[in-house]
Structure formats: C-alpha cells, structure tokens
C-alpha cells in the first residue's frame, strides 16, 4: 500500500496554478490528468490556460470540478480516481461543497473552450465514454464518500464482507495502528451504506473508500468464501488476548499489549498475576462476564427509568435522552448512555454529584467515577477541546440491575417522562411486551473472578453525561455516535467547511466566531449536509 503521505501529491507539472485574482471563471477548477497525454503536453496546456485566466490545479483534490483527459476511457479514468484517493483521504465525486459531482471529459472540450476563451457547456460528446459500464458511472456519481453524507442503516447487505473487514478494523486498533483502522472502518461502513449485496469486484468500480487492502480481503471473501488475513487474525493469540483483556472493563489497548507482553493472556491470568490494579479494572474483573455480555434494549429501557427516577429526584424539569448506539435502533449495546439538561442553563451544574448519590443510597451502583465538567474553567467560553475529549460532568459507573422475580421490565413504560428524540428509529410500541431478563447463562470459565452472586442482579455499563442547555444539540450529535459516523462529521467540518465541530459547539473558522445551534438538523444545516437521522448513522 502505498503511504498516504506519498499519494496525496498526486501530480505536479511546472508552473504555477492559477492564483485566485487571475481566475476569471470561480466555479471551473480544473485538473488535466498526465497519463497518456505526457509531461510536456499537459505543461504546454496548462500554460494556455492560465494565460486565458482559467483556474487549473497541478494536484487532484476534492475542490476539482473538470477533471479532462485525452486517449482515456471513462473506466480508465475512474481506475485511476480510485487508485489515487484508494479509501484514505478526500473525495473524488463530489466538490468542496459535496453537491456537484467532478465532470470527466475528454480533451475536447478544453481545446473547445480555450478557443473560446471561456468554459463552454457540457455536450455529451465532451464526456468521457462509459457504456460499458453504465453502472459505475451511476456509481460515482451517488455514493459520495464522507459516512456523514451517506444514511448508514442497521441492517444492511454486505455484513459477510463488513464483518471480515471489522476484525482487521479491531486488530489495527488494539496493535496501534489507527490509521489502518480507520481505513477498514470506512470500507466497511462504505459498504454497508450501500442498498444492495457486492457479490462481484465489477460491482464496486467507482466506489470511493475502498483501498487496495481492502479491495485484496473483499476480493478473497467474494471468490473464497473467507479472507486469509482475516482468518489468520482472528486466531491469533495475540489478537484473542487482547481482545479479553480489552474486554476488561478499565483496560485500554496499551495496558493490554504490556500485560500480553509479560505473557498474561486473560483475566484469568491477570488476576493470578499479582499486578495492582486501579478501581476501575478491579470492578471489570469481578464483572467480567456480566460486562461482556450485550446489553439489552429492554434492561437499557429499566436503567433509563431508574435514572429518570433520580434525575427527577434531585432536580425537577432535569430532562433525560438516550444516546449511543441504542438511539440508533441498536438492539443491543456494550453500555447505556443518557445525556442529562435541564432547560433553565444553569441549573444542571452540580447535578451528576446529586444524581450519584442519589444512585448510591438507592443501592444501584457497584462503581461510579464521576469527572467534573472543564468547560466553565475555561474563559473564553466553550472553547475548543484540545482533543477529541469533550469537557461535560461525565459519570462512567456499572449499575446492578435487578433481574429479580417479579421485576418484569417492560419495553415502553406510558408514565414515564423519559424522552425519546422524535427522530428516533425505535417507535414506542403500542403494546407493552414483557421481557423475561431472568434468563441468564451460568457463568463461563473465563469469568472465575467474577462474584458468583445469584442471578437476582446483573451488571451494566452506564454512562451518564450532563450538558448546558444551550449545549445540549452539540452533546447529542456527539454522543449518539456511531464512532466513524463523528469521526467523519468532524473530517467533514475541517476539510470541507473550514469548521472545527465538538461536542459542545461549532467554530466557523473563517468567521471567526463560535456557531449556535438549537437542534441536530441546524448543525447539519450548518454544516451543508444533509440531516441524517440516528437511525442512518450507523457507519
Ligand atoms: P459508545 O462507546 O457507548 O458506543 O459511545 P455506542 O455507539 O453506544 O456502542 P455500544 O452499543 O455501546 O457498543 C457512544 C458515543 O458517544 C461518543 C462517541 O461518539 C460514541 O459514538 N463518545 C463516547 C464520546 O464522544 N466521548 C467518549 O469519551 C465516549
Ligand atoms: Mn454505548
């Protein structure tokens, strides 16, 4: 694979691009491609043109709007579009504003208009011939390539291909190597947005995101059934390890890899070992099973009750959401999550400390670690994190939840004041279904620590956040996920629209000034992007 680095300089012939006073047509940049046409010709063209104030860039990148070439087909070009932008950076349909799509065409149409002495309409016989292959031009044209431009559902039709691509995802993660991860991650999500199943390489031609990594594991999954890279992974020792130890609650990829160094391979392991261990791992360990078996909507929809039920204790109009994977249709989560305001700014301060202990006498907590907000340490408003951190009163805790006889937990509750986005993809049912939560399976081999405590409780991952009023649209769009989905909104707000976005507000860097929002549309809006439900965030 070629280094990113490297590829993002794609081309570069002598001679200055256009500068912005000389161009006299702003919404035609183009890009001549070198292959084919040769060194020398593309300078000589690119001269006239310049002489003739158009705007002509030496590098293909995602602000171009004509790209021409000369003795190449359509296909051939797209080839090479993919080559070039292989899934790592930019895009290569759409423009800077995401909207109008890059015209292939033929040297036709250049010479056409240098005579003129000015961009001349677009006739078919301009474009670059793709009969061929009518679908990939189709191809390009809609699928753009940022996931926040996309409606990435749930259920999708390529989770063969998506699920191979997921463990190389995980081990590129957990071996430090973000990057990598990141590429699997936005393969797999490009596939999943997709409305139907790949079952040939012909089929993803034009597609942006894919790489040739990922295009080799998606081409041996298609032809073999399974991808031996994939296979070889999931076996490995070293990723089974650190996937267990990750799985420990407080356990991050680096603390793994060490411990996995010193020939710990489980928590088993771990806790023969000897090692101190902080609160946190400590509690991860003695709920070890508990805490790696999914969370389920109907035990999300009891803790979210019973946090309501404290919210309302200790500050009354204090509202409550759902965020995370389950306010995106998720069934099933690693944790729960629930963003906490109250419409009065102001008030919510203070309130995570009130709702913990209101928790804490109640009995529901097992381990609570509660980071006070550093937003209102900072004078100059809600300033930019330094990182992707964000700076509200988190409260990260593991709740025992009653599994008990007689507790019958219900999916909808009609009293309760719980608040569900409206753009919700989990509608209330009409009819409450009772869950049977008792069913649990008896502890596995893996889980010695854990407290062989009846099967009246289990334990659950909570994570409660708490943001200002006049915050809480930002704190929603960033804690309702996906992970790639928020990754790619803020990718999209840099390189696109000069903007940094976090989870408490949006900086219009050419403005200058900070950018207030009442809902997740108007951030979407303010973004130029499309609204897209939480239920199409799944990326
Ligand atoms: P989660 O890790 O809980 O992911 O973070 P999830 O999508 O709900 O998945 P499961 O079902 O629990 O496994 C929820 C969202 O909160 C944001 C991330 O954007 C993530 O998508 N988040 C999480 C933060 O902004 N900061 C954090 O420190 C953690
Ligand atoms: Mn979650």
Known sequence: MIPFKRRKVISSVTGNSCSDSN???PGVVIFLLGRKMGASRRAFLTRLGHGKGFNIQDCFSCSITHLVSENNSGREVQTWLVSQTGGQEREIESN????????????????ESMQAGCPVAIKDRHRLQERAEPGAELQVALVPSYA???????????????????????????????????????????????????????QLKGLPCLGDHCLRVIKEVL??????????????????????????FGVGAKTADRWFREGIHTPSDLQRSGHTLNR?????????????????????????????????????????????G??????????????????????EEGLMVKVVSWLEAQDFLLYQKTTRNSYLESKDGPARPPSNMDRFERCFSIFRLSTHNGV????????SHFSVHPHDSHPTPQTCRTVDVLSREDSSEIGQPQSSHSQSWRAVRVDLVVSPYSQFSFALLGWTGSKLFERELRRWAVHEKAMTLSSHTLYDSKQRQYLRANSEEEIFALLGLEYVPPCGRNA
């Open 326 to 347: 389950f306010r995106r249709g998720k069934n099933t989560g690693h944790d729960v999550d629930f963003l906490i305001t109250h419409p009065d700014e102001g008030k």
């Open 280 to 324: 946190a791992q400590q509690a991860g360990l003695q709920y070890y099973d508990d805490l790696n078996r999914p969370v389920t909507k109907a035990e999300a929809d009891a803790i979210g009750r019973i946090v309501e039920r404290a919210v309302s204790e200790v500050l009354p109009g204090a509202e409550i959401t759902l965020i995370g």
């Open 408 to 415: 019958r937990m219900t999916e909808t509750d009609p009293h």
């Open 223 to 248: 032809e073999d059934g399974t991808c031996s890279e994939v296979e070889t992974t999931r076996q490995s020792g070293q990723f089974t390890a650190l996937k267990a130890l990750t799985g420990i």
């Open 96 to 111: 800077s504003a995401g909207l109008g799509l890059v015209h292939l065409l033929d040297i036709t149409w250049y010479t």
């Open 148 to 202: 926040c431009q996309r409606h990435t559902p749930l259920l999708h039709h390529n989770t063969v291909l998506t699920d191979a691509l997921s463990i190389l995802a995980e081990n590129a993660e957990l071996t430090d190597n973000e990057g990598r991860g990141v590429a699997f991650r936005r393969a797999a999500a490009l596939l999943k947005s997709l409305p139907h199943e790949i079952r040939g390489m012909e």
């Open 23 to 25: 161009c006299k047509f």
